[in-house]
């Protein structure tokens, strides 16, 4: 009998246990919505999130409209959105989310390119040609800005709309004297000898991407968010110390696909691109210009309060991890 009470509560202890394991494994899992970009697919080549004990669930889209949708509808926990797009959101749906670390940015990783042999050297030489641009993109609203503070009307030239993937080879082929592309476009073309870099949009503006992150989900699974932020802080600081195995890695996950990618190229895009987690006040501080004309616009109806958006405890929390590791 006594015998039997210790078997019993053995068997008891054995089986709450399991459970608590089953909730705790259940609670660190976490669905991102990942684009294909040099960056996410770099969190693909490796499972960055299995130190933490996270289990990442990731589902890929060809754009951050398609990525945002599925977030708003609630298929990922988790979504990168750049500044136009964080704008909107902010402005009409401030409940559904939590803007909690920052994704990539840096004017540099917009480039200007032109053929090989073309003579163009600065945005003065390109007056009155025509430029290939993604209307409408954060590398368009970047120009923008950067031919204001140079003095120059967007009249003085002429802009084709046209998808960021044809800007290259239509700058190779003459159809557009000049293009302006972001990474890794850019770096692909360069490496294949189809455009030359002219210059970027460095120093002009970040034109930041940001982390967010469904409110019910960071509420219900703090720890879970704050992991997933320890692996891209564990990666952003691989890049930085290791820019060519970056590369390596990513045209290797990319040939998974059977996409034939050069690792110069990847390795030469990231090392324009800024991963740092962290949200710095002054990419913040661009939100509200992007705003301002969208509310002039009609678009919006006023300027959102991205602080009241903002909350740096996941982040801090995966600083106390990353450090622990």
């Known amino acids: 009998m006594k015998t039997s009470k210790i078997l ?14 089953s909730v705790s494994h259940a609670q660190d899992a976490i669905r991102l919505g990942l684009q294909s970009v040099p960056t996410d697919e770099l969190y693909q080549a490796k499972d960055w999130a ?3 004990g996270l289990k990442t669930e990731i589902s890929t889209y060809s754009s951050a409209g398609d990525s945002l949708k599925a ?13 136009a797009r964080l704008v909107t959101m902010a402005a009409k749906q401030p409940e559904v989310f939590y803007i909690v670390a920052a994704n990539q940015y840096g004017g540099d990783r917009y480039g200007m390119m032109v053929a090989p042999n073309a003579p163009y050297k600065s945005i003065e030489d390109l007056k009155g040609k025509k430029i290939g641009v993604v209307s409408g993109s954060g590398a ?3 120009l923008m800005l950067f031919l204001q503070r140079e003095g120059l009307n967007p009249s003085e030239f002429q802009f084709v709309n046209m998808k960021v993937e044809d800007i290259a080879a239509a700058v190779n082929r003459g159809v557009v004297d000049a293009g302006l592309a972001w990474e890794p476009h850019v770096a692909l073309a360069e490496v294949n000898s189809i455009v030359k870099r002219i210059f970027s ?3 002009v503006s970040e034109s930041p991407n940001f982390i967010l992150v469904n409110r019910k989900y960071a509420k219900s699974n703090p720890e879970a968010v704050a992991k997933y932020i320890a692996s891209m802080i564990d990666m952003s600081s691989f890049i930085s110390k290791d820019p060519k195995q970056a590369g390596e890695m990513i045209a290797a996950q990319l040939g998974k696909s059977g996409v034939n990618i050069p690792a110069k190229a990847m390795e030469l895009a990231v090392s324009r691109v800024v991963v740092d987690p962290k949200i710095e006040e002054h990419l913040l501080e661009e939100l509200p210009d992007i705003a301002e004309p969208m509310v002039a616009a009609g678009r919006i109806n006023s300027v959102p309060k991205f602080e009241q958006l903002v909350d ?3 982040y801090q929390r995966a600083v106390q991890l990353a450090e622990g590791k």
């Open 8 to 21: 019993f509560k053995l068997g008891a202890t054995v089986l709450l246990s399991a459970a608590v394991a």
């Open 50 to 52: 299995e130190p933490y």
């Open 71 to 83: 977030f708003l509808a609630g298929r990922v926990d988790v979504v990168s959105g750049g500044a």
């Open 140 to 142: 368009h609203g970047t």
């Open 201 to 203: 949009m460095k120093g």
């Open 312 to 314: 740096r405890s996941y």
